[in-house]
Antibody
Framework: ELLLVESGGGLVQPGGSLRLSCAAS????????MSWVRQAPGKGLEWLAN????????YYLGSVRGRFTISRDNAMNSLSLQMNNLRAEDTAIYYC????????WGQGTLVTVSS | QSVLTQPPSVSAAPGQKVTISCSGN????????VSWYQQLPRTAPKLLIY???KRPSGSPDRFSGSKSGTSATLGITGLQTGDEADYYC???????????FGGGTRLTVL
């Protein structure tokens, strides 16, 4: 069974940092682009970043470029999102997604940025 | 303001058909395939349609997709109360080098 399981969400103060992880299983992780997508409370989907199969190519949404870093560990079948200088508007559910236009989505992890 | 434009809501009676539009531009829908997603309440999005008109395994054939120029359409026939959800379109944008989504359409089955 294909699974994407996010972890690392929680409550963080404005200006703080958080690292999200996604454990992948049930498919050959190293052969797929991977992405992060978020959804603010009551809002629509917002794509954040993606990374190619070997981690050499990355694309970012303009509003998070320089603050967020996507990375992967193919040996561990793991995807990460390092988030720095967090703002209140970064409060959202963060989804790990297989491929650029996701064919499989994790269940999401909630990030709340608040003092 | 989403790059792709969808109607905020649509509604129809059980058993009827509904269509949801997704309007974009040349750099996104005009030059790239469109995917559609269904998000049931309090769940993660699920892929319904990819490459404009293809259904992944497990996606019922009541769901169909089409694309013409810079617009795409999701069709749902034989509406069921279980189809009540938010529906999103998405595509890659060559100019922005990002994935862009529509703002979402809430389907109500009356």
């Amino acid at each position: 069974e294909l699974l994407l399981v996010e972890s690392g969400g929680g409550l963080v103060q404005p200006g703080g940092s958080l690292r999200l992880s996604c454990a992948a299983s049930g498919f050959t992780f190293s052969t797929y682009w991977m992405s992060w997508v978020r959804q603010a409370p009551g809002k629509g989907l917002e794509w954040l970043a993606n990374i190619n199969e070997d981690g050499s190519v990355k694309y970012y949404l303009g509003s998070v470029r320089g603050r967020f870093t996507i990375s992967r560990d193919n040996a561990m079948n793991s995807l990460s999102l390092q988030m720095n200088n967090l703002r209140a508007e970064d409060t959202a559910i963060y989804y790990c997604v297989r491929k650029g236009l996701g064919d499989y989505w994790g269940q999401g992890t909630l990030v709340t940025v608040s003092s | 303001q989403s790059v792709l434009t969808q109607p905020p809501s649509v509604s129809a009676a059980p058993g009827q058909k509904v269509t949801i539009s997704c309007s974009g531009n040349t750099p996104n829908i005009g030059n790239n395939p469109v995917s559609w997603y269904q998000q049931l309440p309090r769940t993660a999005p699920k892929l319904l349609i990819y490459d404009n008109d293809k259904r992944p395994s497990g996606s019922p054939d009541r769901f169909s997709g089409s694309k013409s120029g810079t617009s795409a359409t999701l069709g749902i026939t034989g509406l069921q109360t279980g189809d009540e959800a938010d529906y999103y379109c998405g595509s890659w944008d060559n100019s922005l080098s990002v994935v862009v989504f529509g703002g979402g359409t809430r389907l109500t089955v009356l």
